[in-house]
């Protein structure tokens, strides 16, 4: 057997299959960001097709005739072939279980769901919702039977998302991370000083201005236009089409400048890492990010870690004065750096402040765990929701278009998927730490050097894409596991020193 050339019809094959996957990625994008309505019948049908058709490639005799000529090669081969084979091996025989015909009636009821989401979301009908919530949790709960699990039901669900992520780990975590945040957040808002009176931040901002602020944004810090765009959606999201095309999604609220703002950051820092792969990966599996927590470290570190800083805001204020107009000009850049980090239970995730983000993220852990432990009445959902927000952050929504209803995750069966959230912002301190040894982060920051910045974490993160393992990549950065601690001293001395505790 010649092996140079099985190499070559394996990376041809697999790059097949990534053209349909990025069809499929653009299907999505084009719902999101306004397709027609009443298309949705037929875009479902395509999709169910295409997703059939990328799922049989994945779990085929071909396949499986590639794994095991190439498996017995193993250290001889050169690395992108190896992470190729590892994810390939990974996705072969996780998903060979899942019968065909079950994951096509799967894959045709999603974007159905994603409609109906987006309408009972509006309409503040959770009732409407149920029953095609009910549907994807019953097939996603019957594919872990067949993939099987170790330990815990949703461990397999985790290992979706961050490989090796159990149950058992994530307790631990969390329960470290409540030990920290509740008592700290106990202490500010017994505070009477408060930095909560800060209205002037839900002044009018026209949306023309908002668009302007995330020009300015996307420019400062370095996302490429030339190889990105950005759109309006229900739900901010960035979709990678490999390095060269990356797209973003915002939403604007005209008296409410931040929540765009913060969401444009956020999502330019999914978007620098997929824009800043190495070339010799793009275009294939390869080129996209490691994890999903690996992925949203990087957006939190672009919103939080220099967004939510104070030499951000002394370095953005002048520009952001230009296009706000004289009605703001009492907004100095210290108050808006203290209004952008008021530590306050809310409702909405994704308007949520640093410190009080991850307990959000608790909430749906708890509920989507309890998912898939045992039987379920979809029905009790809001209840148990609202019940787990009193728990955690102390308030409980009026409606479940504020509770339940706000996060699109679950309508297209991303179950699994939050934790992410919570491990990005541990990962992101983590590599924060190490950053802060070898260049001036603030300096960099007060003085727009944002472009070492992005150097920085090119040469230890972005460059990679796939080509490693998230426990690889934070090991080789920083010369341990994941260890939570550096977000809890990080939150710690920020808000110590910000609140003057
Ligand atoms: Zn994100």
Known sequence: MNISQTVLDFKAYVERVNAIRQALY???WDMAVGAPKGGTASRAKYVGIL?????SMRVSDEMKGFLDALDPCGE???????AMLRICRRDYYTYKKIPV???????E?????QSIWEKARAENDFAAFAPVLDRIIRFQKKFVEYRGYDGHPYNTLLDDYELGMTVETLDAFFKKLKEAIVPLLKRISALDRQKNNAGFIHRHVPIERQQAIARLLMKTIGFDLNRGMLLESAHPFTTNLGKNDVRITTRYHENAFLSSFYSVLHECGHAIYEQNKMDEIADTILDTGVSMGVHESQSRFYENIIGRSEAFWAYIHYGLMEILGDTFKDMSARKLYEAANIAKPSLIRIEADEL???LHIMVRYEIEKQLFSGDFDVNKLPGVWNAKMKEYLGIEPLTDSEGILQDIHWSDGSFGYFPSYALGNAYAAQIFHVMRRDIPFESCVRTGDFKRIQEWLTETIHRFGSLTTPSDLIENLSGEALNPDYYIEYLTEKFTALYEL
């Open 26 to 28: 653009l299907f999505s």
């Open 51 to 55: 997703s059939a058709e990328e799922f």
């Open 76 to 82: 001889s081969l050169d690395e992108s072939t190896k």
């Open 101 to 107: 015909e079950e994951m096509r009636e799967y894959s």
């Open 109 to 113: 009821l999603l974007p159905k769901a």
């Open 356 to 358: 009080t983000y991850c």
